[in-house]
C-alpha cells in the first residue's frame, strides 16, 4: 500500500503563489509516477501535471508556464509551485500516485487539498 498526504492549499490573491506539498509513503517501487490532478465543483478531474521516475514532466495546457511539478526523492514528497493564480484555478487538488508491480498497475489518491483564488 501507498499512502498519499498532501499540504499546502488555502487561499490566495489572483496572482499569487502557493507551494503544494504530497508526502509519500508505504511501500513504493522505483516505477511510480507521480501527479497532481484537481476537480473544480461540477467539473470533471483534470489531470494537470506529472512527473515520472526518470523526472520527466507534463503539464496541461492550462497551467503550462504557470505550474512546475518537482520531486524529492531523499524525503519521498512531490511538489506543485503554482504561480500566477487565477481565480479558475480554484479547486481541490489532489495527489496521485501510479505504480507498476510485476502483476499490477496500481492508483493511489490523496485526501486532497483545497485551493482558493479570490480576491
Known amino acids: 500500500q501507498v499512502q498519499l498526504v498532501e499540504s499546502g492549499g488555502g487561499l490566495v490573491q489572483p496572482g499569487g503563489s502557493l507551494r503544494l506539498s504530497c508526502a509519500v509513503s508505504?511501500?513504493?517501487?522505483?516505477?511510480?509516477?507521480l501527479a497532481w490532478y484537481r476537480q473544480a465543483p461540477g467539473k470533471q478531474r483534470e489531470l494537470i501535471a506529472s512527473?515520472?521516475?526518470?523526472?520527466?514532466?507534463d503539464y496541461a495546457d492550462s497551467v503550462k508556464g504557470r505550474f512546475t511539478i518537482s520531486r524529492d526523492n531523499a524525503k519521498n514528497t512531490v511538489y506543485l509551485q503554482m504561480n500566477s493564480l487565477k481565480l479558475e484555478d480554484t479547486a481541490v487538488y489532489l495527489c496521485h500516485a501510479l505504480m507498476r508491480t510485476p502483476w499490477t498497475l496500481d492508483n493511489y489518491w490523496g485526501q486532497g487539498t483545497q485551493v482558493t483564488v479570490s480576491s
Open positions: 512527473i515520472d521516475s526518470t523526472d520527466n514532466t
Open positions: 508505504g511501500r513504493i517501487n522505483s516505477s511510480i509516477r
